[in-house]
């Protein structure tokens, strides 16, 4: 009988070593296969982490641009409101200048002069925070000009500007008013 368990031994040993070599063989495939797909799984979630850091970062740069143009932008209701001061002075140098050839004193003068340096000063504290007048000489140009009326005029080209009514201002890159015209048939 010990031959015959001997034969037996040897015999289920085989048996016992062939499943275990290809338990070995299959795990292995199966972590290989779980390791590659591990690997799939961290580079999408990579990419996904990149593509939402590259968003945040849009993102961020673009509330920097915004609130820099918000900024910059914000004395402009404040400049709409300063221009009829602006028109009021350049309405009274007006006024004085037609006096002032008329009968000439003193106390007129030195109103003027008061005037044109309160005048000069305000344009210049305008001009400091990018409020500028818009130009009127030349061609009609829509962006910038609102034509009120259409004139005859043998001095200017059709389409030209032949009065200007009130003037127009920007602030910075913007059209804070236009200037109206009117222009040459």
């Given at each position: 009988m010990?031959?015959?368990?001997e034969?037996?031994?040897?015999?289920?040993?085989?048996?016992?070593e062939?499943?275990?070599?290809?338990?070995?063989?299959?795990?292995?495939?199966?972590?290989t296969?779980?390791?590659t797909?591990?690997?799939?799984?961290?580079k999408?979630?990579?990419?996904?982490?990149?593509?939402?850091?590259?968003?945040?970062?849009?993102?961020?740069?673009?509330?920097?641009k915004?609130?820099?143009t918000?900024?910059?932008?914000?004395?402009?209701?404040?400049?709409?409101d300063?221009?009829?001061?602006?028109?009021s002075?350049?309405?009274?140098?007006?006024?004085?200048?037609?006096?002032?050839?008329?009968?000439?004193?003193e106390?007129?003068?030195?109103?003027?002069?008061?005037?044109?340096?309160?005048?000069?000063?305000?344009?210049?504290v305008?001009?400091?925070?990018?409020?500028?007048?818009?130009?009127?000489e030349?061609?009609?140009?829509?962006?910038?000009?609102?034509?009120?009326?259409?004139?005859?005029?043998d001095?200017?080209?059709?389409?030209?500007?032949?009065?200007?009514?009130?003037?127009?201002?920007?602030?910075?890159?913007?059209?804070?008013r236009?200037?109206?015209?009117?222009?040459?048939?």
């Amino acid at each position: 009988m010990s031959k015959e368990n001997e034969s037996s031994k040897v015999e289920t040993e085989p048996e016992v070593e062939t499943p275990e070599t290809e338990e070995v063989t299959e795990s292995e495939e199966n972590s290989t296969d779980e390791l590659t797909q591990l690997k799939e799984l961290v580079k999408e979630w990579e990419d996904k982490y990149l593509r939402t850091h590259a968003d945040f970062e849009n993102s961020k740069k673009r509330l920097a641009k915004d609130k820099a143009t918000a900024v910059s932008y914000a004395n402009e209701s404040f400049a709409k409101d300063m221009l009829s001061v602006v028109d009021s002075f350049e309405s009274a140098l007006a006024t004085i200048e037609g006096t002032a050839s008329e009968e000439s004193s003193e106390v007129l003068d030195k109103i003027k002069e008061g005037l044109n340096l309160t005048y000069t000063q305000l344009t210049k504290v305008l001009e400091k925070n990018g409020i500028k007048a818009v130009e009127c000489e030349g061609a009609f140009n829509p962006d910038v000009h609102q034509a009120i009326m259409q004139v005859d005029s043998d001095e200017k080209n059709s389409g030209e500007i032949v009065q200007v009514l009130q003037k127009g201002y920007t602030i910075k890159d913007r059209l804070l008013r236009p200037a109206m015209v009117s222009t040459a048939k």
